[in-house]
């Protein structure tokens, strides 16, 4: 219960902190400097059609619902995501695409791990 509880709050934490994080050095232009520029240029052409929003809304309902029926899963989804929000911003100067999302799906291994698990139950969700 201790270790759900620590990760929701890093990540009401996280939501407020990452915005605010310093950048390292100059951001990579191929990275969104903002939410604004990722939603108009990555996110909202891909999701033009209101069946790709049903669905993919629908998988984050069913991701959220299984990863909260499990005390462990719930931290091995929170924490990581919390992290890899914070680690945004300083990260925008590498130019490795999609390297945030490799560290929070690394770190959510770990955690299972950590936590007694295999690490293969999170892999399996997170790969949806």
């Known amino acids: 219960m201790l270790v759900s509880v620590a990760s929701a709050l890093l990540l009401a934490v996280a939501v407020r902190v990452a915005p605010h994080m310093p950048l390292l050095a100059a ?40 990863m909260c029926s499990d005390e462990r899963l719930f931290a091995c989804w929170t924490a990581p995501l919390a992290i890899g929000g914070l680690l945004t911003r300083p990260l925008q100067c590498v130019g490795a695409p999609w390297l945030e999302l490799a560290l929070v799906f690394a770190l959510s291994v770990l955690l299972e791990r950590r936590l007694g698990g295999s690490g293969r139950r999170i892999a399996s969700l997170l790969a949806l």
């Not at 990275?31 to 998988?59: N, R, V």
Request: hydrophobic share 50%; no cysteine.
């Open 27 to 66: 951001a990579d232009p191929l990275k969104p400097a903002d939410f604004g520029t990722f939603y108009s240029d990555f996110y909202a052409p891909g999701h033009a059609e209101p069946l790709d929003q049903l669905a993919h809304a629908a998988i984050f309902v069913l991701t959220a619902a299984v």
